[in-house]
């Protein structure tokens, strides 16, 4: 199986830089051959609703997939079925840290921003004691991190090309017993086929890592491509505090769904190309039309700035 998809995590609604990646991901998949399937991410955040919206607006902008979709919450012991066979063979060890002692930790000059300092790595088994008793104390357990096997790995992007990155110690499983994203993401693109990761450029940094652990579960490791992410006017992260960057917000500003998938065009060179072809862009299949494989793989690396528009269409 040749398998693109989009994985999204029932949090919230959808907003504009969401459904881009998606058109994206859909458009790239089809592009190259393969089919597309959706992943819904539930084992973490989940907002009741949030799911249905979602993939009711993947489906109002021209998305279809193939096969049910999958729940990531399904796949409960198949994520445990990965993580006892890396105990059994030694890769993990127990963390007894919170978010603040990391975040204190990894202040030091020498560790690398955004990963762990290593402190739970070299404990001595009455030190490891100590602190799973206080834990325990506490109603909490230890998370398991990988027992990373090597230093750094190499994985192939289409937009960024060979890309060689650290490996961290990851989080498999939290101290809540929940798999933690890193290990549940290639556990599970892995049972789907997938062999095609189209996402937003703030996870390139977990690539590496994430492409190890595929190999020492034994499962073939995708190609990558990560994709500029949408921005706010502000420079942060798009949200829907930022405005009405929803399908159901622009909507109430008068926008159409064909509207907001014309914006979405024009954010990635369509715009163009429909004045001068006269072809339409009102749906994900138009889109497709125009962006051929090379032009996918010509897209700016700069992010988009989405200016939310504060009055209704005219």
């Known amino acids: 199986m040749n398998r693109g998809r989009f994985a999204p995590s029932p949090s919230g609604d959808l907003h504009v830089g969401n459904l881009r990646t998606a058109i994206l991901a859909w458009i790239w998949a089809h592009a190259t051959g393969r089919s ?11 907002r009741p609703g949030a799911a249905e919206r979602q993939l009711a ?40 840290c919170s978010r603040r002692d990391i975040r204190e930790a990894a202040s030091a ?47 192939h992007d289409e937009l960024h090309g060979s890309v060689t990155g650290p490996v961290d110690h990851v989080v498999v ?18 049972f789907q086929g997938v062999d095609q ?10 690539a590496p890592a994430q492409a190890c652990l595929a190999s020492l579960l034994g499962l073939p490791e995708p190609t ?24 159901t917000d622009l909507h109430g500003l008068g926008w159409s769904t064909g509207d907001v998938v014309d914006w979405i065009g024009q954010s990635l060179g369509v715009d163009g190309a429909r004045k001068s072809t006269g072809r339409s862009t009102r749906t994900a299949s138009d889109l497709a039309k125009v962006l051929t494989v ?8 700069t992010p988009w700035i989405v200016t939310p528009p504060a009055e209704a269409r005219p």
């Not at 027992?147 to 750094?152: K, Q, R």
């Not at 996402?199 to 390139?204: E, H, P, V």
């Not at 994709?227 to 399908?247: H, I, N, S, W």
């Open 57 to 96: 607006d993947l489906a109002a902008i021209g998305l279809d997939w193939d096969g049910p979709v999958l729940y990531q919450s399904t796949r409960a012991q198949a994520h445990e079925d990965a993580v006892a066979n890396l105990t059994e063979r030694g890769m993990l060890f127990e963390c007894y």
């Open 197 to 206: 990761v189209v996402r937003g450029d703030d996870l390139l940094s977990q």
């Open 173 to 190: 499983r939290r101290g809540d017993g929940t798999p933690a994203y890193n290990l549940a993401v290639v556990v599970d693109d892995a």
């Open 36 to 46: 597309f399937v959706i992943r819904v991410e539930d084992i973490d955040r989940v």
């Open 294 to 301: 090379d032009r996918l793989r010509a897209l700016p690396a």
């Open 109 to 155: 000059p020498h560790i690398l921003p955004g990963h762990y300092p290593g402190t739970c790595l070299n404990l001595s088994e009455a030190e490891r004691a100590h602190k799973r008793a206080k834990l325990a104390a506490q109603g909490r357990g230890p998370a398991l991190r990988l027992l990373a096997p090597v230093n750094e790995w190499t994985i």
């Open 224 to 247: 990558f491509v990560h994709v500029p992410l949408a921005l706010a006017p502000t420079g942060a992260r798009l949200a829907k505090r930022d405005g009405a960057v929803t399908l």
